[in-house]
T-cell receptor, first 114, second 114 residues
Framework: DAGVIQSPRHEVTEMGQEVTLRCKPISGHNSLFWYRQTMMRGLELLIY????????DSGMPEDRFSAKMPNASFSTLKIQPSEPRDSAVYFCASSRRSAGETQYFGPGTRLLVL | DQQVKQNSPSLSVQEGRISILNCDYTNSMFDYFLWYKKYPAEGPTFLISISSIKDKNEDGRFTVFLNKSAKHLSLHIVPSQPGDSAVYFCAASEGGGATNKLIFGTGTLLAVQP
């Protein structure tokens, strides 16, 4: 099994540019989660989907952030416009939506906004 | 407002000794707790979990203890090995299942010295 796939692994961009992060969950998993890791706040849940439907986006920092899951095998997290304070590692995770199933994380995308 | 707190950013332990990582939480509705381990440039991986109906769960060298009255859990690693050197995240959820929304702490960097 390939595990959760994220792309790109590294992204360097300039303030004001649009950034799109991509995630392919593990086949058969029907829950998908986007997290952001920073030194100050650790791992923060931004948004999660069940069966492609957004369930909780209360962690999305502001309107500049948006996430979509058009089908069971693909999700995007978009930042437009990007700001230096968005610099962080962004993780995608997936799981089966049943009791006791753990979340499996991708390798992350390291984003640097100059 | 951090609902899950790991107050020790780092911990250094000699190989063969016990490592004790601590975690405190504030939300009394949390009923499922997990520990994840993270190596550099990789996503977090699930390590061990515990339900609030238990006060201890053991898996090989890893044991998690839960003290509900104190809203405190700890992870014990015995004996510690250099390969255990990583960042350890504590996480909590409501609803009894790991696929529910997870709230993570800020992590503790464990260094096991040979």
């Amino acid at each position: 099994d390939a595990g959760v796939i994220q792309s790109p692994r590294h992204e360097v961009t300039e303030m004001g540019q649009e950034v799109t992060l991509r995630c392919k969950p593990i086949s058969g998993h029907n829950s998908l989660f986007w997290y952001r890791q920073t030194m100050m706040r650790g791992l923060e849940l931004l948004i999660y989907f069940n069966n492609n439907v957004p369930i909780d986006d209360s962690g999305m920092p502001e309107d500049r952030f948006s996430a979509k899951m058009p089908n069971a095998s693909f999700s995007t997290l978009k930042i437009q416009p990007s700001e230096p304070r968005d610099s962080a590692v962004y993780f995608c995770a997936s799981s089966r939506r049943s009791a006791g199933e753990t979340q499996y994380f991708g390798p992350g995308t390291r984003l640097l906004v100059l | 407002d951090q609902q899950v707190k790991q107050n020790s950013p780092s911990l250094s332990v000699q190989e063969g000794r016990i490592s004790i990582l601590n975690c405190d939480y504030t939300n009394s509705m949390f009923d499922y707790f997990l520990w994840y381990k993270k190596y550099p440039a990789e996503g977090p991986t699930f390590l061990i979990s515990i339900s609030s109906i238990k006060d201890k769960n053991e898996d090989g060298r890893f044991t998690v203890f839960l003290n509900k009255s104190a809203k405190h859990l700890s992870l014990h690693i015995v004996p510690s090995q250099p390969g255990d050197s990583a960042v350890y995240f504590c996480a909590a959820s409501e609803g009894g299942g790991a696929t529910n929304k997870l709230i993570f702490g800020t992590g503790t960097l464990l260094a096991v010295q040979p």
